[in-house]
RNA sequence: CGGGAUGUAGCGCAGCCAGGCAGCGCGCUUCGUUCGGGACGAAGAGGUCGCGAGUUCGAAUCUCGCCAUCCCGACCA
């Protein structure tokens, strides 16, 4: 492990490449644009995934599994849809290899070409549309709320480990609806279910929004989205849910007959958070140092490091250290005993601090002659020396307070970054020189946002909610507005 | 797909201009001393110099071709 990681103020990007490999999280494959996640930052995903899913099920969803390949032609049935994704998929034209004629490994073998193609998902709309039309009927049968933990594939040009990867891990919940009203619900339901998880377990502040028309997923009517802000003072899109109307019904041909005998399409919605999570955590929190994570997703709370000189002293510390194990478990604290003789205390404290664990403790012969052990904390760097009586109960309260204080410092950075502008001359500061979130009235065109986007590299990252009550004038444009929407360069 | 760069030990690099034993740092192995913030010493292991042609007595080094990767743009969760 090399020691120093590129400080953020030197190299912001470099720091997080850094930091990503040297924490031990993921890394690049032999495939191009492709990563392996490694142990340490799958099991963070992990925890992702479990409370998410423990979330879908508690609003009603139910977990299923569609296939990975996807026919051409369900691609072309959604226009905008193809539209959207068609310059970034994977095509399956054959289905067997054999050995090269000319004696140099194996080639594909041409007489095993596919009827018809098939295109790896980059998003399983299509598939589960067409599978819905068996499954739908009668009003009975709705609401239908599912959801899928998949990979999926977009052949992106330039690609950033978690942050855009060829590959990536997400889930996806399709649903849908017998009324317009109760699908608009469920992506309002869902996005609040993605706030409250990255609020609260990833201790990540998000604003709910919705996205522009130019920002929209393909073959939605509308796309709500929760946003934050990064430390370098990037917006970065962590989870979207998008209210589909009408048109994967329409189709995929999926009507029902509701209860006054009328055939009628379904209505639909569709939501996903990925593995890009794992970016945000990150670049949320973590600093020169490496990476800071939430004690509520940290794989590992609480590390134990001994300090010894001779067998005696480490089987003395021994003893107490899993003392300490034994009584933070049964509390369902998530604990480590670092007892590894390979490596030595200071090693350990670098190497625990660059992964991020939330609280270490170091136990030395002098603790044990006075009864006491150093704590540290990650989020602050503080240490200090602690009785160990009532050890416990002091840093199962620490944990929360560590959540807590996480939360509010990047509160704190994106109030602090956070600028209302009135003129264009002031929007541009903002953009080209402070960074983070530059709120002004928009006059709701596609056009002025693209002009925006030209030439700033601004796009609006989301709309808010609730609605603006009062009249102002477009920051680009003069025009009469009544939107004030949050622009920031994005991820 | 446009612009720029780079391929030499697991990783990071020097050597190339001016052809002549394959090097350095980190990491790895063994032994000893160490252990309260990334230890020190000694001894070791490890190479198709991206691939293929060519020039030459001799190529990591010169020439030609190919391949791959990275960075900057256009595209995107």
């Known amino acids: 492990m090399a020691k120093f990681l590129t400080k953020r103020s030197e190299n912001y990007s470099q720091w997080y490449n850094d930091l990503v490999l040297k924490a031990d999280l993921a890394e690049n494959s032999a495939v191009r644009g492709s990563m392996v996640i490694k142990p340490y930052g799958y099991s963070i995903w992990e925890k992702i995934q479990r409370q998410l899913d423990d979330m879908f099920k508690e609003t009603g969803h139910e977990n299923a599994y569609f296939p990975l390949f996807i026919p051409k032609s369900f691609f072309s049935k959604e226009a905008s849809h193809v539209e959207g994704f068609a310059k970034e998929c994977a095509v399956v034209t054959h289905y067997r290899l054999k050995n090269d004629p000319d004696g140099k490994g194996i080639v594909v073998d041409e007489n095993a070409k596919l009827e018809e193609e098939l ?12 599978t819905y039309r068996k499954w739908i009927q009668s009003y009975r049968d709705l609401p239908l709320l599912i959801n899928q933990w998949a990979n999926v594939v977009r052949w992106e040009m ?75 003072g990037k917006a970065l899109q ?39 999570l794992m970016g945000a955590l990150i670049m949320t929190h973590s600093d020169d140092n490496g990476l800071v994570l939430p004690p509520r997703l940290a794989p590992v709370q609480v590390v134990i490091v001994p300090i010894y000189r001779n067998d005696e002293q480490f089987e003395a510390i021994s003893r107490k250290a899993n003392e300490i194990v034994k009584k933070l478990r049964s509390m369902g604290i998530r604990v480590r005993y670092d007892n590894r003789d390979t490596h030595k205390p200071g090693f350990k404290f670098a190497e ?33 020396f602690l009785q160990m009586e009532g050890l416990e109960t002091k840093i199962e309260h620490l944990l929360e307070v560590i ?9 704190d950075f994106r109030e602090a970054n956070t600028h209302y502008v009135d003129t264009w001359e002031e929007f541009k500061e903002v953009i080209e020189k402070k960074g983070g979130f530059a709120v002004a009235y ?19 990252r989301f709309i808010p909610l609730e609605e603006n009550t009062e009249e102002g004038r477009c920051i680009y444009s003069g025009k009469p507005a009544t939107q004030k929407v949050f622009f920031a360069k994005a991820y």
Not at 197 to 223: C, Q, Y
Not at 359 to 367: C, E, K, M, S
Not at 442 to 460: F, L, P, Q, V
């Open 119 to 130: 295109i790896v998902r980059p998003t399983s709309e299509t598939i589960i549309w067409d």
């Open 158 to 232: 330039r690609t950033r480990l978690f942050l855009r990867t060829a590959e990536f891990l997400w889930q996806e919940g399709h649903t849908a609806h017998a009324t317009e009203q109760e699908a608009i619900a469920e992506a309002r339901t869902i996005l609040d279910v993605y706030s409250t998880f990255v609020e609260e377990w990833m201790a990540i502040p998000v604003h709910k929004g919705r996205k522009s028309a130019n920002e929209r997923f393909a073959g939605a009517l509308d796309t709500y989205c929760i946003e934050a802000l990064m430390q370098d």
């Open 238 to 276: 962590a989870g979207t849910s998008h209210f589909l109307g009408q048109n994967f019904a329409k189709a995929f041909d999926v009507k029902f007959l509701s209860k006054d005998n009328k055939l009628e399409y379904v209505w639909a919605t569709s939501w996903g958070v990925s593995t890009r």
């Open 352 to 384: 625990h601090e660059m992964k991020g664990v939330p609280v270490r403790l170091a136990i030395g012969p002098r603790d044990l002659e006075n009864n006491t052990v150093e704590l540290a904390r990650r989020d602050t760097l503080e240490k200090e």
């Open 403 to 411: 959540q807590k204080n996480l939360f509010q410092k990047a509160l």
């Open 442 to 460: 928009w006059d709701g065109t596609s056009e002025t946002e693209e002009k925006i986007k030209e030439e700033t590299k601004a796009t609006i």
